[in-house]
């Protein structure tokens, strides 16, 4: 057993903390922005909540984050009430938001310097993936730290894998967010194309889903896709925008041409003027609509 912060209480944090007190038996104190949700955690689970991330991290052997982009990863880990205002020395500090590579090597650095060590830990499964406990999770850091985390991250994990140096989780992250958006917008032509032409459309999923068209998206999306339900569920379209802006500003730093990708993450931003930013990322579908 080992003693557990974790900060961040969103669709995907609320039941990665939870997973940590219940299967891994593991002492966990929880933070949240909104203090009322890290009451109701700590009432549900029966773990504790902590006023500030320095008050939650203060004597734990692993702090792990989970918020929404790079400035709330600063606002919670930085200052004199963040996270690393109260981690001791050997602990290890886990990143699961889907942030730059920047502020993971910016905050490795900071953590190495405290005697900390750091892991950026991005993680892709959606919140069924945390909820089932059935998470990829793609990190960066160093070996020794890896080593450390990888029984609290298997926890929640159905695959773990330190891809390399400091940064290069969150970069994994990017390819991935890159390869479900193209994805995605060639599923809906697809689909619109397949309606349109008047196909029985659970009978050509039934086909083309048992060879080279199979994916978990069309597996799993196609129904809603097709009847034009894109509210209450999946990962939000405004996320998805959030990490692909991520993505072209790294392309830009190596050289990468992603004429698709750019053109996508306009597409979501046609979206989220509509004020449909909730909406499940397959919501590009509803682009298509005549």
Request: aromatic share 8%; with cysteine; net charge positive.
């Amino acid at each position: 057993m080992a003693k557990v912060a974790f900060l961040g209480l969103g669709v995907m944090g609320y039941p990665m903390a939870g997973h940590l007190l219940k299967k891994g038996g593991h002492d966990v104190t929880v933070y949240n922005r909104t203090l009322a949700k890290a009451h109701a955690w700590a009432k549900e689970y029966g773990g504790k909540s902590a006023a500030t991330p320095k008050e939650a991290a203060q004597g734990c052997d692993f702090v792990m984050m989970c918020v929404g982009n790079d400035d709330d990863v600063r606002a919670v880990a930085y200052g004199d009430t963040g996270a690393l205002a109260g981690l001791k020395k050997g602990a290890v500090l886990v990143d699961h938001t889907t942030a730059s590579a920047v502020v993971a090597r910016e905050l490795h650095a900071k953590c190495k310097a405290l005697g900390v060590g750091f892991v950026d830990a991005p993680v892709s499964g959606g919140q069924a993936g945390a909820v089932n406990g059935q998470l990829g999770i793609m990190c960066g850091g160093d070996q020794a730290d890896y080593d450390k985390a990888l029984p609290v991250l298997n926890v929640y994990a159905k695959m773990c894998a330190l891809i390399g140096a400091p940064g290069a989780g969150q970069l994994t992250k990017m390819v991935n967010q890159i390869a479900i958006v193209g994805l995605l917008q060639g599923l809906s032509e697809a689909l619109n194309f397949g309606k349109n032409a008047g196909l029985d459309m659970e009978k050509v999923i039934a086909v083309i889903s048992k060879g080279a068209a199979q994916s978990w998206q069309l597996e799993n999306r196609w129904k809603t896709m097709v009847e034009g339900k894109f509210e209450g569920f999946g990962f939000a379209s405004d996320w998805m925008r959030k990490d692909l802006n991520i993505a072209l500003a790294e392309a830009k730093k190596n050289g990468s041409f992603m004429p698709g990708t750019a053109q996508i993450e306009q597409y979501y931003g046609r979206i989220s003027a509509r004020g449909q930013g909730r909406w499940d990322n397959t919501s590009l579908m509803s682009l298509l609509a005549k």
